[in-house]
């Protein structure tokens, strides 16, 4: 079991660029979280897939930010027109039962 | 609205002492209380979890309490060790809804 699988592990973008982040929730998990952790802010919830529906986008910033899970294999969360602000570690998480959430390494993304 | 609330933001103990870490919901909907632990460069990790029909649950040196009337819930440590030193976010959810989670609390245990 190789775990929730985050890719790239870090990506720099400079300020207007398009950011586009995968994730590959554990083999069979029904359950897809996307989340954000900074500093400041701490963890904050965007978004949750859940048998590949849309179940709950009320954390996701409307404009700039998209999620979509187009299998059960994958997720992507995209980011366009990066801001400063966008910079943080975003993280995936997984589910069997929608309770015991597995997460993902994360995504360290920088916005210049 | 913060849904979940969890103080102190750092605690610091001696090894051996039981650290208490705190947390207060507000939606009495919630069912699923977690409790994560999440190391420097790592990503969080549940560490024990408990549902409001229990007031207790253990897992070795790991405690919650659960008072459902004053909607709050603790972690205790027990003898405390220099590894379990870490930030903890305690955090709380409602059937298939999403999961809130508190600010976290940085804990600092000394050998």
Request: neutral net charge; proline residues 6%; hydrophobic residues 30%.
């Amino acid at each position: 079991n190789a775990g929730v699988i985050q890719t790239p592990r870090h990506k720099v973008t400079g300020k207007g660029q398009e950011a586009t982040l995968w994730c590959e929730p554990i083999s069979g998990h029904s359950a897809v979280f996307w989340y954000r952790q900074t500093i400041v802010q701490g963890l904050e919830f965007l978004t949750y897939f859940r048998n590949q529906a849309p179940i709950d986008d009320s954390g996701m910033p409307k404009e700039r930010f998209s999620a979509q899970m187009p299998n059960q294999s994958h997720s992507t969360l995209k980011i366009q027109s990066t801001q400063p602000q966008d910079s943080a570690v975003y993280l995936c998480a997984s589910s069997l039962d929608g309770d015991t959430q597995y997460f993902g390494p994360g995504t360290r993304l920088l916005v210049l | 609205q913060q849904q979940v609330r969890q103080s102190p933001q750092s605690l610091t103990v001696w090894e051996g002492e039981t650290a208490i870490l705190n947390c207060s919901y507000e939606d009495s909907t919630f069912d699923y209380f977690p409790w994560y632990h999440q190391f420097p460069g790592e990503s969080p990790a549940l560490l024990i979890a408990i549902r409001p029909v229990s007031n207790k649950k253990e897992d070795g040196r790991f405690t919650i309490f659960f008072n459902k009337r004053e909607k709050k819930f603790s972690l205790h440590i027990a003898d405390s060790q220099p590894g379990d030193s870490a930030t903890y976010f305690c955090a709380a959810k409602a059937g298939y809804q999403n999961f809130y989670f508190g600010k976290g609390t940085s804990l600092t245990v000394i050998p």
